[in-house]
């Protein structure tokens, strides 16, 4: 029984939530496409003038016409199924579609960018996957920027480290998203290809709090600048 099959015979989840992901997996594999799924542009503004400097692509599932569900409420099961490359893939052929409209019209473009799963980035190889679909689209690093979570860049996973150098290498910024929910330490960031890190929400509750929670989050930053 495959991990995706234990999650169907969970008799506590929803039955018509699960035949709505199965719908979506399905639809992905075999036409490139669902209407269920939508992406939010999430901006990210400049603290120096206010300006959109770039943005985050984000994924919810339209459940039913009714309500929005956040990955967490679907993406473990196509993580379960080794499906999650689906996911991956839909949302950057959904950005590179909307970067290559807007330059085509004449627009001036800000980076987007695109969360990768840990799992694929694991895999053998997929940094060329997701370059190809870039290349398809006529796409430049100027317009396209990838995401993984801290978790992801724990331990000594060789491909994850390939992964990254990759993307790097061939002129693509790598965020690291959640930063201070996991281990890291200085000395294995600084050997990392990251060129933004973002600090997880608690970072900035815990610096609201007192003085000296403001001041390690601030001297924080002033390392990483460095």
Avoid at 81 to 86: A, V, W, Y
Avoid at 96 to 113: N, W, Y
Avoid at 146 to 169: C, P, Q, R, W, Y
Wanted: glycine letters at 6%; charged letters at 25%.
């Amino acid at each position: 029984m495959s991990a995706f099959s234990a999650f169907i015979n969970d008799e506590s989840l929803n039955q018509k939530h699960i035949e709505f992901i199965l719908k979506i997996i399905n639809l992905i594999e075999n036409n490139g496409y669902n209407e269920d799924l939508k992406i939010h542009y999430q901006p990210k503004v400049s603290i120096l003038d206010q300006k959109i400097v770039g943005a985050e692509a984000l994924v919810r599932w339209n459940f039913r016409g009714t309500r929005l569900l956040s990955p967490a409420q679907f993406i473990p099961f196509f993580e379960a199924e080794g499906k999650i490359d689906l996911i991956d893939q839909y949302v950057l052929n959904k950005v590179c579609q909307l970067q290559r409209q807007l330059l085509d019209e004449g627009v001036e473009v800000v980076p987007i960018s695109v969360n990768i799963s840990g799992v694929e980035a694991a895999r053998d190889g997929y940094a060329y996957t997701l370059l190809n679909i870039i290349d398809k689209y006529g796409l430049s690093p100027n317009e396209i920027e990838f995401e993984i979570t801290e978790s992801v860049t724990l331990g000594d996973n060789k491909n994850i480290l390939d992964f990254m150098h990759t993307l790097n290498a061939n002129g693509y910024n790598i965020s690291l998203d959640d930063f201070g929910t996991g281990y890291s330490n200085f000395e294995r960031l600084s050997g990392l290809p990251i060129d933004i890190i973002k600090f997880d929400r608690s970072l900035t509750i815990l610096a609201s709090k007192n003085d000296e929670s403001k001041f390690m989050v601030g001297s924080f930053s002033e390392i990483f600048k460095k």
